[in-house]
Structure formats: structure tokens, C-alpha cells
Nanobody
Framework: QVQLVESGGGLVQAGGSLRLSCATS????????SGWYRQAPGKQRELVAS??????NYADSVKGRFTISRDNAKNTVYLQMNSLKPEDTAVYYC?????????????WGQGTQVTVSS
């Protein structure tokens, strides 16, 4: 059974940094997409950053401040967040999509709260 466990969230002042981690337990036979989403109160969940074999992509709001990376040996995806702003406050979720999308299209972590104070 595959599980994603996130860590690294917390409270930080504006301008500070956090690094989120998403560790995968269980076996996934090939990953085609790893991403971080976030959802702020009253807003829709949005894709913040993703990484595939073709490279990385970022939402315009985080370009130049956030960096996504993956350590395949550790089955872990990271999101380094620098120059944090109050508008980055949200619950952050890790998302993994296997190469073979059946029987499971994707997996989600439980979410980790990031709060940025002004």
C-alpha cells in the first residue's frame, strides 16, 4: 500500500524559508509526475510546482522563490520555499502520479500547514 508522508511545514516570518518533504512508502513502479499543490482557506487547490522527466514547472506566483526536487534513491520529493510571503499561507499537498495510471491514477499526502506571518 502506497502512502505519502509530508513534513516540514510550520510558522515562519515573511522573508523566511521552509523545506517541505514528501516521503513515499510502498512500491510505485515508475513515477511520471511529482507535484506540490496548495490550498488556502476559501480558495481552490492550485498546482505550485511539478517535476517530470521533461523538467520542472512553477506557478507564476512562486517562480524564482520555490524549487522542487526529487531524490529517487530516497523516494522523496522536496519543495524548497524561500522569500516566503503571507500569501503563501496554505495547506500544502504532495501528489504523485504513476507511469501506469491504473488501478490508481494518483496518490496524495495528508497535507502540511504553512503559515507565513507578516
Amino acid at each position: 500500500q502506497v502512502q505519502l508522508v509530508e513534513s516540514g511545514g510550520g510558522l515562519v516570518q515573511a522573508g523566511g524559508s521552509l523545506r517541505l518533504s514528501c516521503a513515499t512508502s510502498g512500491s510505485i513502479a515508475g513515477i511520471r509526475f511529482s507535484g506540490w499543490y496548495r490550498q488556502a482557506p476559501g480558495k481552490q487547490r492550485e498546482l505550485v510546482a511539478s517535476i517530470t522527466s521533461g523538467g520542472t514547472n512553477y506557478a507564476d506566483s512562486v517562480k524564482g522563490r520555490f524549487t522542487i526536487s526529487r531524490d529517487n534513491a530516497k523516494n522523496t520529493v522536496y519543495l524548497q520555499m524561500n522569500s516566503l510571503k503571507p500569501e503563501d499561507t496554505a495547506v500544502y499537498y504532495c501528489n504523485i502520479r504513476p507511469i501506469v495510471p491504473v488501478p490508481v491514477y494518483d496518490y496524495w499526502g495528508q497535507g502540511t500547514q504553512v503559515t507565513v506571518s507578516s
